[in-house]
């Protein structure tokens, strides 16, 4: 069952479509992330919905409630959306103790001083900041303060909760063990979340479902797993890092959903065809494969094609490796390997792992 329903909605800032003519929904209890590059319409749908933006068209529905509607000419007050929201700056107030920031939405709304600080403290306790009631706001480090304010969203009990770019001031770690949290959160208090954020990683960690925005509309959407290994069109391909390499059109394989198609004049891969994809030889179209399911090898394996290793970075655990097939330029990320500038080595990949778009 749907708990919002976003239909047909527009925004624009004077001349410029912020939003245009954008359609989801989110079932109950789940999480959707709305990913995307900077300026493609992430805050102002969130700000739509939370009924800080007034849309030029469409109609919202949340909790079976319509929020918004242009053709009925409703549009309800913020306050009356029922909804928490946790933005990138905390927005903590510093003149105020932690227990009064989080315990504010509940004064807002009306709540006796005894039950709002009792409500206060047990959400306090939830996120981990038990003991720090009484302290100033702004006397904590920026990790707290997030809590703090994940706190005060969650304090009415929301049955929605946005978030918009939440965790991007945390270090890694922190980021990471936040992520984690929100997931136990949510299991346990059952809330819908929306979550914005450019960060794929952070999207695929917390979503059931991924909506990918470009210039203010959606590219592609739906199960996080099909987005990511399925991507629809180049831009996605991009989006995700992978390597996108223009080719040509050799043609279909026979019986099969695989083509061939040849990088240059040297190097032909199989890969799966995509969805819309003209396979007249000779075409123009991209050859697209994740870093990850490169791998730079001494060996020679089926399949595998001979290159050079332009550039290593180390990444940690990881090295990415660019590899040289006679002019076109791979990207491989594989455990550490320990190849230099000009080595001789073999791309490994998998026909499975390339999908040829249009
Ligand atoms: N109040 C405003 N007035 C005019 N233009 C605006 C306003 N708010 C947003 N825009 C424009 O609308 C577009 C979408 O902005 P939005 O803030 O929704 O992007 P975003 O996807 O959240 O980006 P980011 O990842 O950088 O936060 C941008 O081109 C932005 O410049
Ligand atoms: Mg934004």
């Known amino acids: 069952m749907s708990f919002v329903r976003i239909a047909n909605l527009t925004k624009r800032f004077g001349t410029h479509t912020a939003v245009g003519n954008v359609s989801f929904d989110v079932p109950q209890g789940s999480t ?20 800080l933006e007034t849309p030029d068209d469409g109609a919202i529905e949340i909790g079976g409630n319509v929020v918004f509607d242009t053709c009925a000419g409703i549009d309800l007050m913020p306050e009356k ?62 990790g ?33 063990q936040m992520r984690l949290e929100l997931r136990m959160l949510q299991e346990r208090l ?14 695929f960690g917390l979503a059931d479902t991924v909506v990918l925005m470009n210039q203010g509309k959606i590219e592609t959407a739906g199960p996080a797993r099909e987005v990511f290994h399925r991507p629809a069109s180049a831009f ?24 061939d198609v040849a990088l ?30 490169v791998r730079a090898s001494r060996a020679a394996s089926p399949g595998s094609v001979p290159g050079t290793i332009e550039a290593m970075s180390f990444l940690g655990v990881a090295e990415e490796y660019i590899v040289d097939l006679g002019g076109v330029s ?16 073999h791309a490994v990949m998998a026909a499975d792992d390339w999908i040829v778009l249009p």
């Open 330 to 345: 791979l990207r491989a990320t594989q455990p550490a390997a320990g190849f230099r500038r000009g080595d001789a080595v």
């Open 236 to 259: 996605v391909a991009r989006f995700f890092g992978m390597n996108v390499l223009e080719s040509r059109m050799i043609g279909p394989v026979a019986g099969t959903e695989y083509v």
């Open 81 to 142: 959306r029922e909804l928490g929201i946790v933005f990138q700056s905390y927005a903590v107030w510093p003149h105020m103790t932690v227990e009064d920031n989080v315990a504010f939405p509940l004064k807002v709304r009306g709540m006796s001083k005894t039950d709002r600080l009792a409500r206060a403290s047990k959400m306090l306790e939830t996120v981990g900041l038990k003991g720090f009631e009484t302290r100033s706001a702004t006397l904590v480090s920026g």
């Open 264 to 293: 240059n004049d040297r190097v032909t891969v199989r890969g799966v065809a995509g969805d819309g994809l003209d396979v007249t030889p000779g075409k123009p179209v991209l050859a697209c494969i994740r870093k990850e399911s």
């Open 32 to 51: 959707l992330a709305l990913l995307g590059p900077s300026g493609c319409g992430k805050t102002t749908i969130l700000r739509c919905l939370a009924g």
């Open 190 to 203: 059952g809330f819908t979340a929306i979550y914005v954020t450019h960060d794929q990683a952070e999207a």
């Open 144 to 176: 707290q303060q997030q809590r703090i304010a994940l706190a005060r969203a969650l304090v009415h009990e929301p049955r929605l909760v946005l978030f918009d770019e939440a965790l991007s001031n945390l270090d890694a770690v922190l980021r990471e």
